[in-house]
């Protein structure tokens, strides 16, 4: 089987690439704060510098002779794009980093960013589910690192787990999103600007936040709380997957889609629950329950200035493959429409290739404006994709933006048997296991990171596809993995998250 190597590619329009050891970014000027509401408020700009920062999970990596503990790494952008020299690599064992490296804590397999403390410099939440904490397997916590000047450290890095119920297999920081759903002071809602965080256990959703006259990083559990069984159909149970947030009732604050799938007798339905943001914690409201699921992405996709939702349908009952569907924000208060205005797979008219049992078509999902004409488009992940006869070998799909949501015309599959880019395609890879479309040089086009994080036996690579006028292309693509950040390799699983 044909592999990928660690050497240096050629580099492509949207990232710069080069060698070096582990290294910080530059002291920075802090950009003007900004608490995150909707989709377009990136939140990813760890030094300040006004440019958004890469960060992926590689949460299989053996860390001192450990195996399964897991590291992030993080890339830092500039007007020359993003770099793989100037980075961060943080794990367990870092200086300062709570706890330590144990076996199968995977450490990065969830990621996320906010600004939590309102400095102009966003912070990392990085999940690690699989943490024994107080001797309870798979309790599960996060750790929050401090944006900077110099980007991130460990050295002021602050422990999370849950501290009202710690419990085995709660696998704590599953997922993770941070924005600003509520204000830290009801009283005073445009007191203390800040981003909370929300994080899912299997069966829990908490929310941490700075309250009013501590310090800011002595994060608190908020006294709201959701649990999976509030969502569940009748006669079954819910498990959590993944969050998105995004505006979709066009308010001050952030607004959260919290994903999941049916356990038991009917297992494996998807389904999508809203909570709209409020000034105060326990006044999020209902915005609704959607069909499908567990990917889901927000983005104005129909440039209202309000959010809409897009849900990848992968689970039992999805169309054959799986599909997306779009549901639109209202234009007011309201929040999204109760019905999809669109529905695809791969059998809809302009979409390329075929459903096929097991493509997981719309596993992941990405919002972004690949050509510049101000629509969001979306890439889609399909990592069960087979190429030719290789099984497993995965492809990532995109979907150009229109004025009334996603439109066929000019959409595109990508795959490692294009000949512009890098490697073949081989049995369970699943490329476009994570996906992200990222303008990491702010000339308003986006491109994309692909991630494999099956490539050479589960090492995992991420691949660079450029953005055009016309959209992404394959020439000039190339490849990384965690070699070229000055990282362990082995069974790492670099790419299993990217932060959206």
């Not at 700009?45 to 890469?54: A, E, H």
């Not at 992030?72 to 300062?96: D, E, F, I």
């Not at 959260?256 to 105060?280: C, F, K, M, N, Y």
């Not at 309000?306 to 599909?323: A, E, F, M, N, Y």
Request: aromatic share 8%.
């Amino acid at each position: 089987m044909r592999h990928i190597k660690s050497a240096a590619l050629t580099a492509a329009a949207l990232l710069t690439l080069g060698g070096g050891a582990v290294v910080t970014a530059p002291a920075a000027q802090a950009a003007s704060p900004f608490p995150s509401i909707g989709w377009q408020q990136r939140n990813c700009d760890f030094d300040g510098n006004g440019f958004d920062d890469v960060l992926t999970g590689a949460p299989g990596a053996t860390i001192s002779g450990i195996k399964g503990a897991g590291y992030v790494s993080v890339q830092y952008s500039s007007a020359s794009g993003l770099s793989t020299t100037k980075r961060t690599v943080l794990h367990q064992n870092s200086s300062g980093v709570p706890g330590g490296a144990e076996t199968g804590d995977g450490f990065g397999r969830a990621v996320a960013s906010g600004d939590l403390d309102n400095d102009g410099y966003d912070d990392m939440i990085v999940g690690v589910p699989g943490e024994d904490v107080a001797g309870l397997s798979d309790a599960g916590g996060a750790t929050v690192f401090w944006g900077s000047p110099t980007g991130l450290h460990g050295a002021d890095s602050t422990w999370l787990q849950n501290p009202g119920e710690l419990r085995a297999g709660a696998n704590f920081g599953r997922a993770i999103e941070a924005a600003r759903y509520f204000a830290p002071d009801p009283a005073d809602p445009n007191a203390h600007m800040r981003d909370s965080i929300a994080v899912l256990e299997d069966d829990a959703l908490l929310f941490f936040t700075a309250p009013p006259g501590a310090a800011t990083q002595q994060l608190k559990l908020s006294d709201r709380s959701v649990r999976a069984r509030d969502f569940a159909p009748l006669e079954t149970g819910f498990e959590f997957r993944n969050l998105s947030h995004g505006n979709y009732n066009e308010d001050s604050w952030a607004d959260l889609a919290i994903s999941g799938v049916t356990t038991g007798d009917q297992r494996g339905v998807g389904s999508v629950q809203v909570l709209h943001g409020a000034p105060d914690v326990a006044d999020l409201g209902d915005g609704g329950t959607f069909r499908g699921g567990p990917a889901i992405v927000s983005g104005d996709w129909d440039g209202t200035g309000q959010d809409d939702l897009i849900i990848g349908d992968t689970g039992v009952g999805s169309p054959p493959g799986g599909g997306i569907s779009v549901y639109l924000g209202r234009g007011d208060l309201a929040g999204l429409e109760p019905e999809e205005v669109q529905t695809w797979t791969q059998d809809s008219p302009g979409v390329p290739g075929t459903a096929e049992a097991g493509d997981q078509w719309g596993a992941e999902l990405s919002a972004g404006d690949t050509d510049g004409d101000g629509h969001p488009d979306l890439a889609i992940g399909a990592p069960g994709e087979d190429i030719g006869a290789v099984a497993d070998a995965g492809a990532v799909w995109v979907m150009r933006g229109a004025p009334f949501g996603l439109t066929d015309v000019g959409a595109k599959s990508f795959d490692q048997n294009l000949a512009d880019i890098p490697g073949a395609a081989e049995t369970s890879d699943a490329w476009g296991g994570q996906v992200r479309l990222i303008d990491a040089d702010k000339d308003g086009r986006f491109g994309l990171l692909a991630a494999a994080p099956g490539e050479n036996t589960h090492d995992g690579f991420v691949w660079v596809l450029p953005a055009s006028s016309s959209g992404l292309i394959a020439k000039g693509s190339w490849a990384y993995d965690g070699a070229r950040l000055g990282a362990p390799v082995a069974d790492a699983r670099f790419g299993t998250a990217i932060d959206e």
